[in-house]
C-alpha cells in the first residue's frame, strides 16, 4: 500500500537562514550607528573638566560621541595616542604635560599650533595625525562673545612668555589691537616668542598694531587696557612682579587659571581694574573650538558657562 502522505520540507533551514540574515543586518546597523570616540589625555587628569563640557556638548547638538578622559604615562602619550588609534577613536584633546609632545607628533599643524609649538586638539584622520591648538581663539571668543569686549584701539600687556602666552599669541594679534606687549621678569624669554612668531608670520600680522617684548621691570608707566595672566603663579598662590599702576581707567584683567580667586585677581581689584575674570570661559570657549574640529557644528558655549559657574 503506497503512502499518500506528501513530506514536509525541513523547516529547520528556513530558520536558521533567517537568524544568520537577522544578526548581519543587526551588526551592519550598529557598525554604521556606532558612537564616535573622543578623549583628553593628561598627567594627571581626575580633575579635568573636559568630559563634563563635552558630555554638555553633545546633548545640546545630538551628535553621537563618548567622551573620557585618559591618564597616559608620562613616557607613555605616544603609546596611548596610537592605542587610541587602533580602537577606532576619532580625535583627542591633550592637557599637561603633553602638548609639546603633541606638536612633535602631529605630523599636519595648524598656523595657531605653529605659532604655539604646542598642540592641544589632535584629529585622526586616516594615517595623519592633525594638530591644533584652540587655546588662543578660546581666549579671544570668550573676551569678546561672553565679556563684550572690543580689541580696537586697546592696549593689551600679555603676563608670562610659557606655553600659555605662546598659544594666545597669534590670535590676539589678530585681532588687530593697538598695541600687544608680552612681558615675562626674564626678557629672553619673551623676546624668544616674538622672535618665534616673528619667524613664521612676520612681525607686522598688523600694520596697525605695535608689537613688543618687555621684562617686568620694563613695564613702570605703562597703562593697559586688558591684562593678561599666563603665568601658573595661580597654581603656587604667587604673584607676577608686575607694577600696581598697570590698569589704565576701565581695564579687564583677566587670569588664564580657573577655579578659585588668584592672587593677581585680588591684586587687579585692589589696583583698579573695572572688571576681573577667570579662565573659566576660554576653557569652554577652546573645548567648543575643538568640538568643531571634529565635528563641524559650533556649540553654543554660554549654557556651558552658566552651568559650570553654578558649580563653583
Not at 588609534?85 to 602631529?106: D, S, W
Not at 557644528?297 to 559657574?309: F, G, H, K, Q
Request: glycine content about 8%; charged content about 20%.
Amino acid at each position: 500500500m503506497r503512502d499518500g502522505s506528501r513530506q514536509s520540507p525541513d523547516k529547520s533551514v528556513s530558520y536558521i537562514g533567517i537568524a544568520i540574515l537577522y544578526n548581519a543586518c543587526s551588526e551592519f546597523l550598529r557598525s554604521s550607528q556606532m558612537t564616535d570616540k573622543y578623549a583628553v589625555i593628561g598627567y594627571p587628569i581626575a580633575h579635568s573638566k573636559s568630559p563634563q563640557i563635552h558630555k554638555m556638548f553633545r546633548d545640546q547638538t545630538g551628535e553621537d560621541i563618548s567622551y573620557e578622559a585618559i591618564l597616559a604615562p608620562l613616557d607613555g602619550f605616544a603609546a596611548t595616542v596610537e592605542r587610541l588609534r587602533k580602537e577606532a577613536y576619532k580625535g583627542c584633546n591633550v592637557t599637561v604635560p603633553f602638548k609639546f609632545e603633541a606638536f612633535l607628533l602631529a605630523s599636519n599643524r595648524s598656523d595657531r599650533a605653529s605659532t604655539a609649538k604646542a598642540v592641544n586638539t589632535l584629529k585622526f584622520s586616516n594615517s595623519e595625525l592633525l594638530g591644533d591648538n584652540t587655546d588662543g581663539v578660546g581666549l579671544v571668543n570668550d573676551l569678546k562673545n561672553n565679556l563684550n569686549y572690543e580689541f580696537n584701539e586697546k592696549r593689551i600687556l600679555l603676563v608670562g612668555a610659557g606655553g600659555a602666552a605662546w598659544g594666545v599669541l597669534l590670535p590676539l594679534l589678530m585681532e588687530k589691537p593697538q598695541q600687544l606687549v608680552i612681558s615675562n621678569r626674564t626678557i629672553a624669554k619673551a623676546e624668544e616668542a616674538a622672535r618665534i612668531l616673528c619667524s613664521n608670520f612676520g612681525c607686522h600680522i598688523s600694520d596697525s598694531t605695535e608689537f613688543v617684548a618687555k621684562s617686568f621691570s620694563d613695564l613702570s608707566g605703562d597703562k593697559f587696557n586688558l591684562v593678561i595672566n599666563a603665568t601658573s603663579s595661580g597654581l603656587s598662590d604667587e604673584m607676577p612682579d608686575i607694577p600696581e599702576t598697570i590698569f589704565a581707567s576701565g581695564a579687564l584683567a583677566y587670569d588664564m587659571m580657573y577655579g578659585r580667586e588668584t592672587l593677581f585677581m585680588k591684586f587687579a581689584r585692589k589696583h583698579g581694574a573695572a572688571i576681573v575674570t577667570d579662565g573659566l570661559g576660554m576653557l569652554v570657549e577652546q573645548a567648543a573650538e575643538s568640538f568643531f574640529i571634529w565635528r563641524g557644528v559650533r556649540p553654543e558655549t554660554a549654557p556651558v558657562i552658566a552651568a559650570l559657574r553654578a558649580q563653583q
